[in-house]
């Protein structure tokens, strides 16, 4: 058992001023200090593969979308903040979304929808900032969630990563 | 139409003797009914209380709890096993690895499945660093209350830190929601190893520099020493756990007790203070950051050693790989059940942990099903507030500010 000290103050400390200097002294020495703040809209955050931003539909090199309309992000979404309606197509995938909508506003960055998906189609962006004049202008579309497949590689080679990461006995061919 | 209901709260030991120091007091026994928050910055949250002021002096508190409820438990049972783990970052957000961990275990009791060694490794690294972020939380919102304003930048800048650390890990600075059932997400590669070693290298300088601003400083003393004493017995009826009950001299750490991901193996010392006040409570605290980074710093060793995968491979909890999704017909069934209907074996399970508040513990039941019958939430900062009346009566008003921030508590978890 480590019973946490309670020293008694000594003279000095008692009479107080001295240890105002004291202070005193590590708040000067700060002044010189490496400045830590950040002039934030001007200066922002650097963003890497692992950031999570929000969610984006890739779009392959020929131009259609991946996703295939499974509902799995919609399943996973612990916010509710997919909503998905699908049709066929006759592409080979056979199926693709008609409305993709994330509502921005609900959306928490958590991820699940990129875990969920099987077909590699959402994936995290590095895009982070949100503002616009009305909620429902937060609520994007397939249109405005779209981003070229090369947009989205970095955070597409990670979770390649990671999952090798996972899966050095993988028993699955 | 639900009625308001209110406890009236006796004042704690020794209020009458205080109150009778003011007999001469011209207006000794009138009484005003003051509120306090529930916006008040100084409430960490928005806790209401309601004080019976007489003069300066309190005579009773009552405070006044749920203007924060979400009702995270019953989302629990509507989302599933999986879907919770962002909830749970949510309750106590100043450490929201800390929760998942929590969660995580619960449902791994309840599962019966263990994390494998690797994962329990990085889960004590995350723990111990949501620990030092909270008390640092601790450290400068209790220096602010009681007017040491430059004492929060530099706790905060410290926090800072770990956030940078935290974000270059899981992507996010907040809610990060990267513990799985079965593991966490994702592996600590060196670059956050090397990262989190030289914080730990910093961080007991800046630890010692803020604690010097402080710990001997008339004020802070003044202020701390003798105010909001909880005994040993009080503490605890009260049912506190974690800083505050260690705090009342009470050798109780379920990392030693009900040891949990190998805490066993670890070495550390539990820090018990000897007088149950708001400075014992703050030595504590102290102390415990100093143990925290030692911890910290032999779980990084044993990352080297102990290698392997961070999440089980299991096909009825865990995801299976993403590349295996597409080369194999059998994984893909697998995700689609994983993700739409993962279910846990019927019964019941309770785990708690350590967090920086108390004993944090998930009791989940199960039917079987996808989704829990129940999860209960047992957040030590409920306790906490609850020795506020306690401690509080009989003290003048300026106190309460010190005691609310030494029993240190965060409103998302109280109210959940
Ligand atoms: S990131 Fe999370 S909350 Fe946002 S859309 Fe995906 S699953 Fe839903
Ligand atoms: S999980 Fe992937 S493929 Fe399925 S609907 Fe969502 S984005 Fe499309």
């Not at chain 2, 020794?14 to 120091?21: D, I, K, R, S, T």
């Not at chain 2, 629990?76 to 450490?95: A, K, M, N, S």
């Not at chain 2, 009791?109 to 620990?131: F, K």
């Not at chain 2, 430059?150 to 990060?176: K, V």
Request: some cysteine; aromatic content about 8%.
């Amino acid at each position: 058992m480590v019973v946490v000290e309670r020293k008694e103050l000594t003279l000095a400390e008692r009479l107080y001023l001295p240890e105002i200097f004291r202070g005193m002294a590590i708040t000067f020495r700060k002044l010189f200090a490496k400045r830590v703040t950040r002039q934030y809209p001007e200066e922002p955050l650097p963003t890497t593969e692992v950031t999570r931003g929000q969610p984006r539909l890739v779009v392959n090199d020929d131009g259609n979308i991946a996703c295939v309309s499974c509902g799995l992000c919609e399943a996973a979404c612990p916010a509710y903040a997919i909503t998905i309606d699908g049709h066929e197509t006759d592409r080979t995938i056979e199926r693709e979304p008609e409305r993709f909508d994330i509502d921005m506003l609900r959306c928490i960055l958590c991820g699940f929808c990129e875990e969920a998906c099987p077909k590699d189609a959402i994936f995290m962006s590095d895009e982070l900032e949100l503002a616009d004049y009305t909620r429902q202008a937060l609520v994007y579309n397939i249109e405005r969630l779209k981003r070229p497949k090369s947009a989205l590689q970095a955070r597409i080679d990670y979770v390649y990563r990671l999952n090798d990461r996972w899966q050095s006995s993988s028993s699955t061919s | 139409m639900t009625e308001h209901v209110t406890y009236e709260y006796s004042p704690g030991a020794g209020a009458e003797e205080l109150l009778a120091q003011h007999q001469d007091d011209p207006i000794h026994g009138e009484t005003m009914r003051l509120n306090m928050g529930p916006q008040h910055p100084a409430t960490h949250g928005v806790l209401r209380l309601m004080l019976e002021l007489d003069g300066e002096t309190m005579r009773s508190v009552t405070p006044d709890v749920g203007y924060l409820h979400r009702g995270k438990e019953k989302t629990c049972e509507t989302l599933g096993w999986h879907r919770f783990f962002p909830h749970t970052d949510r309750l106590d957000y100043v450490q929201p690895l800390m929760n998942n961990v929590a969660y995580a275990l619960a449902v791994e009791q309840l599962a019966g499945i263990e994390a494998p060694p690797r994962a329990q490794v990085v889960r004590v690294l995350l723990m111990e660093l949501s620990r030092i972020m909270a008390h640092l939380i601790y450290f400068g919102t209790l220096g602010i209350d009681l007017g040491a304003v430059t004492l929060f930048f530099y706790s905060f800048n410290q926090r800072e830190e770990l956030y940078r650390i935290l974000d270059a890990y899981t992507g996010h600075r907040m809610n990060n929601t990267y513990v799985r059932i079965g593991g966490v997400y994702a592996d600590i590669d060196e670059g956050i190893e090397s990262m989190i070693r030289s914080f730990l290298d910093e961080f007991p300088g800046h630890l010692e520099e803020m604690n010097k601003m402080v710990e001997r400083n008339r004020i802070w003393i003044d202020r701390n020493r003798g105010v909001g004493v909880i005994t040993a017995e009080e503490a605890q009826a009260l049912s506190l756990t974690g800083p505050n009950l260690r705090g009342s001299g009470v050798e109780w750490d379920l990392r030693r007790e009900q040891p949990y991901c190998g805490y066993e193996t670890y070495e550390f010392d539990v820090p018990t203070g000897s007088v149950g006040d708001c400075y014992d409570r703050f030595l504590v605290r102290v102390e415990e950051m100093r143990q925290s980074a030692r911890i910290a710093r032999q779980a990084l060793d044993r990352l080297k050693d102990v290698k392997g995968d961070v999440l089980l491979e299991d096909r009825r909890f865990v995801l299976p790989p993403r590349g295996d999704v597409h080369r194999s017909m059998e994984e893909l069934i697998y995700q689609f059940k994983i993700v739409t209907d993962l279910r846990v074996p019927r019964g019941e399970a309770y785990h708690a942990v350590e967090s920086s508040k108390g004993e944090l513990g998930f009791y989940v039941v199960s039917d079987g099903s996808s989704r829990p019958v129940r999860c209960h939430i047992r957040a030590p900062g409920l306790m906490n507030v609850q020795a506020i009346p306690h401690v509080a009566g009989g003290r003048l008003f300026s106190d309460m500010v010190a005691i609310i921030g030494s029993l240190d508590f965060v409103m998302g978890e109280v109210d959940r």
